[in-house]
């Protein structure tokens, strides 16, 4: 997390007209490191629309985080990566992790480093976390690192199965999802909180996904309760968005529709 510099330069820069260049302005913003970048691969909506072919491998991927979700090609599970590992939770609920020339249709990875670091009350539900936190974050209009370490009461996951092309969109997949119940479970919660302009490109709000301690199974997180358990956060201002190569499904979609409605069926 840095200062705002670009706001003390502007005030600086005024009194000192004369001194500073507009380049010596600039600096402080240009010198943000990359480990404060949110990267996304392809958009929500794409994904909403069954563009699952991949687009980009984990080997790749890693290059751009150690943390953070998504999918793998033909929609091929959940995604989850924390501390530079990187793991698919299969339909069956069953956690592996990802080889190195798997791809991904759709991810948001982050080089997760933790900035805010909080207790999560015994008892709170998935709503009860996603408020605690929005509480206490000094403003919901950047992108939020969320990890979840500790034990729970409950966790409710699912997971999806591959497909076959033609692909249907993410909602018919959706509506026969497995879902998978963990009763007092310890493992790691890993995802990001989006600010609400992110609509059609990511997840507006909390995205979570789950993976037990002894990383062998998890999924999308659709509910849980708090037994004992740290949030930890990281503050990330940069974002951004690789799109797919020109051969790719997703230059023949429309992307002009709002998909809401389908996104809150798909992923909350
Ligand atoms: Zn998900």
Known sequence: MRMP?????GVMSLALLFLLTP??????WSARDDSDTLTQVSTIDALLQGVYDGVMTFETLRTHGDFGIGTLAALDGEMLAFDGRFFQVSAD?????VSDDAQTPFAAVT???RDLEYTLPEGLDL???ESFLDSRLDTLNTFYGIRIDGAFASMVTRSVPAQKK??????????????FDFTDVSGTVVGFRCPAYVAGVNVPGYHLHF???DGRAGGHVLSLTIS???????VTRDFLMLLPDADSDFYDIDLTPDNEDALEQAEK
């Open 5 to 9: 510099t670009g706001i003390a330069c």
């Open 23 to 28: 380049a010596a302005c600039t600096a402080g």
């Open 93 to 97: 609920g069953v956690a592996r992790q």
């Open 111 to 113: 080089f997760f480093n």
């Open 127 to 129: 709503a009860g976390v």
């Open 166 to 179: 033609p692909y249907p969109p993410l909602t018919e997949v959706t509506a026969k999802q497995n879902i």
């Open 211 to 213: 993976l037990t301690e």
């Open 228 to 234: 004992k358990a740290d949030a930890s956060v990281d």
